[in-house]
């Protein structure tokens, strides 16, 4: 049962093969198995699983299926879910449970989903490796041939990743703010979806950076991302940035030809140093796209390298702003002092987690008098610059593939030692959150250590459609079936 | 650019989070580490270029301006940690 994709899945649960209850406590029962191994889960909440299991056995049995009736999902811990405790990985929020229900979660609860749990992420989703959550590291069920050494899921979206990969989900929600998506995705072999600024609603999802966030699914193939992307997006009133738009069927844009379709290589993306590995599967990935009929073009988008900088100063500033509200007064924990000021510091120090505490600090100095200008403004300026770079190039290819990420995953406690050379995680990825534009990750192969390794497909905005088709044409013709050690279904 | 205690001091003060004096030194060095890579954005001619807020590219809508939520204080105070009544409770800040 755990070989099964979504799509599968969805597919015997309509023919009756076996029930949503059936499947539900499958998963329920490798979850225990599994996750004390992964840390993926941090709260997992069988009894409103196995209700919506029955009552989505209730409905198929109605002949009333919709999108994901019956499908077990993991929901990221950034995502509110109405009297289930949220987190957002941080120790501020350990008693914090919502009275309210994030759009995206009710949107995949209208469609029948079932929550088996929350899932693990790095605190406020501020991280590549989900080693700042204040609940301890995740663990990549991959692991390099012959070293049992734990490596990182990657971050922010590492439970959801992690768990996908160890089929403790058949798919789970994610958000992605510089890389969260993608970057979590290609290090646990596994696909993700990073969708156009607005796809989404943010409505109900703890914010980081409010201009940046946007949530998408993570999934074991390109087209369970369609489905569920299909349930998840949608206009949303309650998201001043939700765009008005109709959701297109994304599942149909998976078996679309690429033929005749322009593919972009940026050239500033071969930076000096790229591992030969990344460089060759990066080759590969195009000559395979060129096989089935597409245009290889070269690109250049000249400010791709200041897109990381300037993203640490935008990101920042908005996480600084955002996170003001954890005061000890509105939201669960406080630490008391002697006046309201001593109550508010103490509790923010308690509260908040190392990197939380850096990036706040820069957020603060960058929008401070005397400073907005050189930082803030100008970072604003070069943002405008680089969603100019994708613009032009947008007119004349349909869509740019490069690698997601600059290596494979790496080990726990590894690029601790210094914050910028944990930020470079997010190189490849950072662009499409400055400009908005959609982004996915799909496995491609496995590096000389046996680690998955994964290739971004970029798209013009609202054109996930072809993001998905070019996305789906790597997968086919990569093939890709390598599974980690640490799965359900296989024992010990 | 390196940020000295007394910076350090001052942004933290600003950003309401305790930092014990043996930890601005230490925290100076490394948000300057973070801000000496940074710095490399002045290398680009940015004259003339509009400031881009969003990755929103839209209009922001406007909606009716009538009361369209409220009465729920029960639901907004239960995750607070001290509450008197309807309202929030915190130590005295008028004597």
């Known amino acids: 049962m755990f070989d099964l994709t979504l799509a599968q899945a969805r597919d015997g649960l309509r023919k009756r093969d076996f029930s949503a209850r059936e499947l539900t406590d499958a998963y329920l029962g490798a979850v225990a198995a599994l996750n004390p191994k992964l840390n993926a889960y941090l709260l997992v909440t069988e009894a409103q699983a196995r209700a919506q299991a029955d ?3 209730a409905a198929l049995a109605r002949g009333e299926a919709a999108n994901l009736t019956g499908i077990p999902l993991a929901i990221k811990d950034l995502f509110c879910t109405k009297g289930v405790r949220t987190t957002a990985g941080s120790r501020i929020l350990e008693h914090f449970v919502p009275p309210y229900e994030s759009t995206v979660t009710a949107n995949l609860l209208r469609d029948g989903a079932v929550f088996l749990g929350k899932v693990n992420l790095d605190e406020f989703a501020m991280g590549s490796s989900n080693m700042t959550s204040a609940y301890g590291p995740v663990a990549n069920p991959w692991t390099r041939r012959g070293d049992n050494r734990p490596l990182v899921p990657g971050g ?36 993700g979806i990073k969708p156009t600024y607005g796809r989404c ?78 460089e060759a599967m990066w080759q590969q990935g195009l000559a395979w796209l060129r096989d ?12 791709t390298k200041y897109a990381l900088p300037a993203y640490y100063i935008v990101a920042p500033a908005e996480a600084s702003s955002n996170l003001a509200r954890y005061d000890g007064v509105r939201f669960s924990s406080r630490t008391d002092g002697g006046d ?16 939380v505490q850096r990036r706040v600090l820069i957020g603060t100095y960058v929008l401070s008098a005397g400073y907005y200008d050189a930082y803030y403004i100008r970072a604003q300026k070069i943002r405008a610059l680089i969603l100019k770079d994708f613009t032009d190039v947008f007119r004349t290819v349909d869509a740019l593939v490069t690698p ?24 490849f990825t950072g662009p499409a959150n400055m400009s908005g534009i ?32 070019v996305g789906a044409a790597i997968e086919r013709a990569s093939g890709f079936s390598a599974l980690p050690g640490i799965r359900a279904g296989v024992a010990a | 650019m390196s940020l000295d205690p007394a910076t350090v001091r001052r942004i933290a003060r600003l950003a309401r989070i305790r930092v014990s004096e043996d930890q601005l030194a230490p925290l100076g060095a490394e948000l300057s580490g973070i801000l000496a890579w ?6 680009v001619n940015v004259d003339g270029v509009e400031p881009l807020t969003g990755a929103a590219q839209m209009a922001l809508r406007l909606r009716e301006d009538v009361v369209n939520d409220g009465g729920n204080a029960d639901a907004v105070l239960s995750n607070a940690p001290d509450r008197a009544g309807a309202f929030y409770a915190v130590p005295k800040v008028v004597e």
């Not at chain 1, 089929?167 to 696909?191: E, K, V, W, Y």
């Not at chain 1, 489905?227 to 009133?237: E, K």
């Open chain 1, 55 to 57: 009552a989505a056995d």
């Open chain 1, 156 to 191: 922010s979206s590492g439970g959801s990743a992690a768990a996908v990969a160890a089929r403790l989900a058949l798919g789970a929600t994610a958000t992605d703010t510089g890389g969260s998506i993608r970057q979590p995705a290609a290090f646990c072999g596994i696909a």
């Open chain 1, 201 to 278: 609603s943010r409505w109900g999802i703890v914010a980081f950076a409010s201009s940046l966030d946007q949530a998408g699914p993570i999934a074991r193939t390109v087209e369970d991302c369609a489905i569920m992307l299909r349930s998840m997006a949608g206009f949303d009133p309650k998201d001043s940035t939700s765009a008005d738009l109709a959701v297109p069927d994304y599942q149909a844009a998976c078996h679309r030809s690429v033929k005749g379709l322009r593919i972009g290589v940026p050239k500033e993306y071969r930076s000096e140093g790229m591992a030969p590995e990344i």
């Open chain 1, 292 to 303: 089935q009929g597409a245009d290889i073009v070269d690109v250049s988008l000249p400010h």
């Open chain 1, 340 to 355: 309201l000021t001593e109550l508010y510091e103490n509790s923010r120090a308690a509260g908040f987690g190392a990197e």
């Open chain 1, 404 to 427: 997601t990420a600059p290596s494979a995953a790496f080990g726990q406690g590894e690029k601790m030692d210094d914050p910028v050379t944990m930020y470079l995680n997010d190189v």
């Open chain 1, 438 to 469: 959609p982004g996915l990750s799909v496995p491609a192969g496995l590096d000389s250590q046996g680690l998955p390794l994964g290739l971004q497909v970029l798209g013009k905005p609202f054109d996930e459609e072809t993001v998905f088709a």
């Open chain 2, 38 to 43: 940074i710095e490399q954005l002045n290398e």
